[in-house]
């Protein structure tokens, strides 16, 4: 072979590993940023959409005396990959969760935030959970048949979100909502059988209520970074203050 020829052929090599490298060093982000766009994408927005449901969060930044009702109103609840959300969690985290793989689509659900009040509310989804009434068969229907594990079972035992997505970053495993504004909120939890009625509740504030799946409109287009939370170091945290 020529010493060009060679050069060349030594020339084109690094380049392309080069490349590979870039590529594979950006590989993360890169997929993050992916699932955070398939968890947006698809959902139907009308300028005129009202929320299915409306609950409220009492925040007091002076201990009591003036009280905010920041209202969350859910707006959406649909079936999504699991593929969606591996890349947003932790890698022990994602192995877990990869244990769902057989248990069907997980359920997301979309909320909005609005804060009316005149101080900034905390506002998080980190421990609702999903119920279903006894007519229904008791919350225990929810859970799909033939758990094999205790790691299966730990997400069911309440279904609470596997991660939380909100368009502010999140603090202390609540997003800021400031006076007069509003923030996305995106949960999503493990597959359940979605053929009963599944109930969104939660006890800090107290609110719960029935969704339908794949029912109603977003009022506008949520933005296209949201920033994760890491629900299970949330629950550890809360459950140790």
């Known amino acids: ?81 699991l593929s969606d959300i591996l890349p947003l969690l932790p890698a022990a985290d994602a192995r877990q969760a990869a244990s769902l793989a057989h248990f069907g689509r997980l359920l997301e659900v979309v909320a909005l935030a609005s804060n009316p009040g005149a101080s900034t509310c905390g506002v998080s989804l980190t421990q609702t959970v999903l119920e279903t009434a006894k007519q229904f068969g008791g919350t225990i229907r929810l859970d799909p048949n033939g758990l094999a594990n205790t790691v299966q079972q730990s997400y069911y035992d309440p279904i609470r979100p596997i991660v939380v997505l909100a368009s502010n970053r999140l603090s202390v495993c609540s997003a800021d909502v400031n006076p007069g504004a509003s923030v996305w909120l995106f949960a999503v939890f493990p597959p359940v059988a979605s053929s009963i009625p599944v109930a969104v509740v939660d006890s800090s504030p107290s609110f719960g209520f029935y969704l339908p799946l794949d029912k109603g409109a977003l009022p506008a287009a949520p933005p296209a970074h949201l920033y994760p939370g890491d629900v299970n170091q949330c629950i550890q945290i809360l459950s140790a203050g």
């Open 1 to 81: 072979m020529p010493v060009r020829t060679w050069r060349r052929s030594v020339a084109v090599c690094l380049l392309a590993l080069t490349t590979l490298a870039l590529a594979s060093c950006g590989s993360g982000s890169t997929s993050a940023a992916h699932a955070v766009k398939s968890l947006v994408s698809g959902l139907p927005v009308h300028r005129n959409a009202r929320p299915l449901q409306v609950g409220a969060y009492s925040c007091s930044p002076d201990g009591g005396f003036y009280v905010d009702q920041t209202k969350i109103g859910f707006y959406y609840m649909r079936l999504v990959p």
